[in-house]
């Protein structure tokens, strides 16, 4: 086979920052060894999220030209809801200006106190919107994904038996929705099953419980339903992506991800009257229903978006190049998640620093190292971000992983990008057994890991 390109050319360029390894020492320090606090202009290849970071194309800046500005009733809000509902089947769709602020008003909704969301792996927003309600989110990954190392197809699936013995556990009254994510991001950009969808189906109707999708990723966990799960292969994406989206009773969804867009969101429900509460609450937080917090060009770049994702050249471009990150890392002995995700690999920061304690934050370290060695800027997804302090005991809880993540944002890098990129962590790893641990010397009481400062031990 011929080698997968990039399946587009470049029209318009963006510089992009180079600093020496003494200037970034000191913007490490003065950021307090958090990457969210340093300014994306001191960063070379920027890997922290693929969301919002996608670059658009011809057609959806064309569509920006042609948005349409209307409080009520936009032209460009039918053209998205028209795509929005052919593709995920939904009756009634609600933008809003981003992934959490569909979350928030599902939780508003359907959360509160003694509630309990059971969820495959909850991403941070989703969390944390669901705790705020006063609800309980519950993670439930399947058994597979304990082992970072083990290579499986389909990692991000729910555990099934789980989610069954925790709805007799707690009663299923308590319980207002299932959630999954796919991929399951915080799991590890890991895809989901059509059979575990299924699965999940089968036992929300059981109960009686709604099954909602966090629908952020859906093009890349459609595709690899057509790589991985028997009976996909000769179906195309679009048609796997509906049939995904056909099991649920509505979604959220981040257009940041897959729909290619710099901003965007919305909400789907198939219940009139669920879908009525949540466009009274749209109209106080985020707009008008038929705007929902986004300006009329915006809606026309997510429609175009949600159209330009499910092009199969895309989608091999997209998996492959990640896929081709990960296999380089693991040739060169670097304990990675395995296999790739989706969207990003993930180092396996434990492995990679074995001298480190949990409570030593090593995911933290790699991701100081790689913006100080090479300026690549990467996130710790692990004891800074999920990390608890026993209230009790004050000790330090540790989540099941800490992962550094390697996001690659959307049609933004080349190939050379991604090997300079290789060559760092390649480095970084060379010079492992030096990595200092951290500790945190400022945290908020919520999502600490965007504002938490912190000082290298020993150092
Ligand atoms: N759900 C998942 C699975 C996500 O990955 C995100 C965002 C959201 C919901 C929230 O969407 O950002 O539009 O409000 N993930 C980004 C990331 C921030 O870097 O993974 P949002």
């Known amino acids: 086979m011929k080698t997968i390109i990039e399946p587009f050319k470049i029209k318009s360029v963006e510089p992009i920052q180079f600093t020496t390894v003494e200037q970034r020492e000191r913007i490490l320090s003065e950021a307090g060894y958090n990457p969210f606090l340093i300014r994306a202009a001191d960063v070379l290849i920027d890997l922290l999220t693929d969301s919002g970071t996608s670059a658009m194309s011809a057609r959806q800046w064309a569509g920006m030209m042609d948005g349409d500005e209307s409080y009520a009733g936009a032209r460009s809000f039918y053209r998205f809801e028209s795509t929005a509902r052919e593709l995920t089947g939904f009756t009634h769709i609600i933008p809003t200006h981003q992934g959490r602020a569909a979350e928030k008003i599902l939780f508003t909704l359907t959360g509160g106190a003694g509630k309990i969301i059971p969820n495959n792996t909850h991403f941070d927003t989703t969390r944390a919107n669901v705790e705020y309600s006063g609800a309980t989110a519950v993670d439930l990954p399947c058994k597979e994904s304990r082992d970072p190392a083990a290579v499986s197809d389909f990692k991000g699936n729910m555990d099934l038996e789980a989610l069954e013995t925790l709805i007799m556990d ?172 989706g969207h990003a690999v993930y180092i396996d920061a434990r492995s990679f620093a074995g001298h480190l304690t949990p409570d030593a934050f090593p995911g933290q370290s790699i991701v100081c190292e790689l913006y100080r060695l090479g300026g690549i800027r990467t996130v710790e997804i692990g004891g800074v971000m999920f990390g608890r302090t026993d209230p009790g005991t004050g000790k330090f809880i540790p989540p099941p992983m800490d992962l550094v993540r390697l996001a690659i944002p959307r049609r933004v890098y080349t190939q050379s990008h991604i090997d300079y990129v290789i060559e760092v962590v390649v480095e970084a790893w060379e010079g492992r057994k030096d990595l200092p641990g951290y500790e945190i010397t400022y945290e908020a009481p919520m999502l600490r890991h965007f504002t938490a400062r912190f000082r290298p031990l020993n150092g």
């Open 170 to 341: 707690k009663g299923k009254g308590n319980i207002p929705l299932i959630m999954l994510t796919v991929t399951n991001n915080a799991g590890g950009g890991q895809p989901v099953s059509m059979s575990n969808i299924i699965g999940a189906r089968k036992i929300s109707k059981k109960y009686g419980i709604p099954l909602f999708l966090d629908a952020c990723r859906f093009a890349e966990n459609a595709w690899f339903i057509k790589l991985r799960e028997k009976g996909y292969a000769e179906k195309s994406v679009k048609s796997i992506a509906m049939e995904m989206f056909s099991h649920f009773d509505g979604c959220t969804m981040s257009g940041k991800k897959d729909a290619l867009v710099n901003m965007g969101g919305f909400i789907a429900f198939n219940d009139g009257q669920l879908a009525q509460n949540a466009r009274n609450i749209l109209i106080v937080t985020e707009g008008f229903p038929t705007y929902g917090g986004l300006s009329g060009r915006d809606l026309e770049a997510m429609a175009q978006g949600l159209e330009e994702v499910l092009d199969e050249h895309y989608l091999t471009y997209r998996i492959r190049s990640v896929g081709y990150l990960g296999e380089k890392l693991t040739a060169a002995g670097i304990p990675l998640l395995q296999p790739p995700g």
